[in-house]
């Protein structure tokens, strides 16, 4: 199996111009995280589906930030306008069904810099 | 008060030393604990479960403590390869599999 895979690996921006990142996670799971790492605030959930649904997104930092899952295998994170702030990277996780001992695992990253 | 917290290091040991991480967190409702190890610009990766008797996998060995609410993971025989961050993981009860990271202790094991 391919693992997570993410897309694009980087990206480099200006503030206030759209950013998409994506997201494929392994094959059979149905549980789906964004998450965002930074060194001040180290790992931090984003937002979390099942079964293509948005579940949990109170990690969602504000309106700037939308999150979709049109089916099983593809999901985007949207950062519209982007700002300096968000500059962090982002990591893509996928599990198998409901459980609380299932291994998450995270996808290589996008490393986001908005200028 | 984070929710869960870590001494961040750096803990800096020779190679074949035995080395100890602690881990502290705020929510009694704690559910399930962990630890992943994330390596310099890589993705978190799953190192190993913590159960409430302990468990041991090769070198390594993680405690978990409910009441004092602490979990530490002990490294034995340090290798270079050990160099990494390792992240202290909890998740809460009643929930789906939110996984709730410490910041994480860096390691670096040297010749």
């Known amino acids: 199996d391919a693992g997570v895979i993410q897309s694009p690996r980087h990206e480099v921006t200006e503030m206030g111009q759209e950013v998409t990142l994506r997201c494929k996670p392994i094959?059979?799971?149905?549980?789906l995280f964004w998450y965002r790492q930074t060194m001040m605030r180290g790992l931090e959930l984003l937002i979390y589906?099942?079964?293509?649904?948005?579940?949990?997104d109170s990690g969602m930092p504000e309106d700037r930030f939308s999150a979709k899952m049109p089916n099983a295998s593809f999901s985007t994170l949207k950062i519209q306008p982007s700002e300096p702030r968000d500059s962090a990277v982002y990591f893509c996780?996928?599990?198998?069904?409901?459980?609380?001992?299932?291994?998450?695992?995270f996808g290589p990253g996008t490393r986001l810099t908005v200028l | 008060r984070k929710e869960v917290e870590q001494d961040p290091g750096p803990f800096n040991v020779p190679e074949g030393a035995t080395v100890a991480f602690n881990c502290t967190y705020s929510?009694?409702?704690?559910?399930?604990f962990f630890w992943y190890r994330q390596d310099c610009r890589k993705e978190p990766k799953l190192l190993m479960s913590?159960?409430?008797s302990g468990n041991e996998d090769g070198r390594f060995t993680a405690q978990l403590n409910r009441a004092s609410q602490y979990i530490s993971l002990l490294i034995r025989d340090s290798k270079l390869s050990d160099s990494a961050t390792y992240l202290c993981?909890?998740?809460?009860?009643?929930?789906?599999?939110?996984?709730?990271f410490g910041a994480g202790t860096r390691l670096a094991v040297h010749p």
């Open positions: 996780a996928s599990s198998t069904p409901w459980g609380v001992n299932n291994e998450q695992f």
């Open positions: 094959s059979g799971h149905n549980s």
């Open positions: 589906f099942n079964n293509n649904v948005p579940i949990d």
């Open positions: 929510n009694s409702a704690s559910q399930s």
């Open positions: 913590v159960y409430s």
């Open positions: 993981v909890v998740t809460l009860s009643g929930g789906y599999n939110k996984l709730i």
